[in-house]
């Protein structure tokens, strides 16, 4: 394990192989880099995978709730990492929560990407704790009780789900992320630090057509959170861009997507 010490916080990853192709891999909420585990199989003998625990997950620490993750302090973040690890250039693998910071890296690092592996992107469609924790003032407060006692609202995303308003896999993913005291509160300082640290789409379009950045994108067929439909508006913008729907849930589609380039590579 090794770690970024900057003035914002402590960002932990761990450095696999020593070839010059640089994979950042980011993992999604709730996670932590062992998510990354059965990619570590991909891995050719010329790449090197740099992999992150994101703050307020594993052994990553942000010094203060009251900091925001901009873009800027996020600039300067992924700058000093690539003084300190001695590259420039490199491919960007995101999952969930980690998609939004790779969306974010190329936003800021245009000329330095190589490759993007989106795996359920968020940031493309902004999801439902985004909006809960970026609502004004009494709402925001809301969110908070919402998330430090959530019993009520508990029962009324039942009641939708009773009344088919909320899909059950909904309804599942947010009772895992929020069953116990320590996973309400990551939600909801995560949340709340990581608001500014929303992707410029429209900057990424263009920047994906005028350096011809090679983009896949890969959803899951049985994901409810992010599909293929409601990315749409954006992928359909990117002429580059390579679309798969496999044929997995949201939880597995890591798994999923390392069995799929297993088959296209041995093909």
Do not use: C
């Not at 925001?68 to 300067?76: D, F, P, Q, S």
């Not at 896999?169 to 309400?184: A, D, L, N, P």
């Not at 409810?224 to 496999?246: D, G, V």
């Amino acid at each position: 394990m090794e770690y970024l010490k900057t003035p914002f916080g402590n960002l932990a990853y761990k450095k696999i192989g020593n070839g010059t192709e640089i994979h950042l891999l980011f993992h999604g909420f709730g996670q932590n880099m062992k998510a990354y585990n059965s990619f570590l199989n991909l891995r050719q003998e010329n790449e090197t995978y740099i992999i992150f625990d994101i703050f307020y997950h594993g052994q990553s620490s942000w010094k203060s709730i009251n900091q925001k993750l901009t873009k800027e302090i996020w600039r300067k973040i992924i700058d000093q990492l690539m003084q300190e690890e001695n590259f420039n250039v490199f491919h960007l693998v995101g999952y969930s929560m980690g998609g939004k910071f790779s969306l974010v890296t190329y936003e800021l690092f245009p000329d330095q990407v190589k490759s993007l592996l989106l795996i359920a992107p968020d940031g493309i469609k902004t999801g439902f704790w985004y909006n809960m924790a970026t609502f004004p003032g009494i709402l925001n407060r809301i969110f908070k009780h919402v998330v430090l006692h959530p019993k009520r609202f508990f029962k009324t995303m039942d009641f939708l789900n009773s009344l088919g308003i909320l899909e059950s896999s909904i309804v599942k993913f947010v009772r895992s992320q929020m069953k116990t005291r320590t996973k309400r509160a990551q939600v909801y300082f995560t949340w709340n630090v990581f608001k500014p640290l929303q992707p410029n789409l429209e900057k990424i379009i263009n920047s994906s057509r005028s350096h011809q950045t090679q983009i896949t994108i890969i959803t899951g067929k049985y994901d409810q959170m992010i599909t293929s439909e409601n990315i749409k508006k954006f992928t359909s913008k990117i002429a580059n861009l390579n679309l798969k729907e496999l044929e997995s849930g949201h939880n597995d589609l890591i798994d999923a997507t390392v069995n799929d380039l297993k088959n296209t590579k041995s093909t």
